[in-house]
């Protein structure tokens, strides 16, 4: 089997290194050391078209192999660690909706999530439930048509600058595990 990357491929990956190398590792170690963090990468790189590999073309994407993701995580995350962890949970969201939520929220997000417009993150870490993602206590709670989400979340990656999360309340605790649910929520700002 042959797993040498096709000329699309290096041709890409050329262009994220230069980029990565260019604009974005020479301002991190500043950014670290003021332990903040520039919006304006993940921006960049939905002007690009670099984040809409996974969703479809009708809601603003171009479906591309997973292998363009693999190569743009990993030479973003050369020249910057967050910005990496940025872009994964960016796709973690617009991955979860590409695949499961109803065409009326695709439609709300995903052409959004597409360009940058909307910034990305996933929330299921909770303090005490880890590893073991199923022990989540987060409730979901019905009323009316809403559903009023109670609990704590923590270590969700980009948490600094997301505009929406894909996150994760349990709305039938008497069912257990077999009661969580996946919430998009927006940023309230
Ligand atoms: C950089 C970073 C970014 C993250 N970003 C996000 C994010 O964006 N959103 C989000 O929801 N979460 C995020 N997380 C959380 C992550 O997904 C894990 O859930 C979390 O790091 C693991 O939980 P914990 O740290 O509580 O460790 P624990 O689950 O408490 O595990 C502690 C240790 O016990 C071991 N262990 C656990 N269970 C078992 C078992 N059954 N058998 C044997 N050994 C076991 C583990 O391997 C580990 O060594 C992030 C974590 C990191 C480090």
Known sequence: MD???????IEFQEKVREYSEKEIAPKQKELDEKNDFDKGFMKKMGD????????????????KESLFGSILFEEVSKASAS?????????LLSEALAVYA????????????????????????????????????????????D??????KSIVAGA??????ITFFNVAPEKGYKGITAFCVEESG
């Open 102 to 145: 109803t065409d009326e929220l695709k439609e709300k997000y995903l052409p959004r999530l597409a360009t940058g417009e909307l910034i990305g993150a996933f929330g299921i870490t909770e303090p005490h439930a880890g590893s073991d993602a199923a022990a989540i206590k987060a409730l979901a709670v019905r009323d009316g048509d």
């Open 160 to 165: 600094c600058l997301a505009d929406a999360y």
């Open 83 to 91: 910005t990496g962890a940025n872009l994964d949970v960016h796709y």
């Open 48 to 63: 690009f078209g670099w984040l809409n590999f996974n969703i479809p073309e009708k809601f603003g994407g171009t479906i």
């Open 147 to 152: 559903y009023i989400l109670n609990g704590e």
């Open 3 to 9: 797993f040498s990357l096709t000329p699309e491929q």
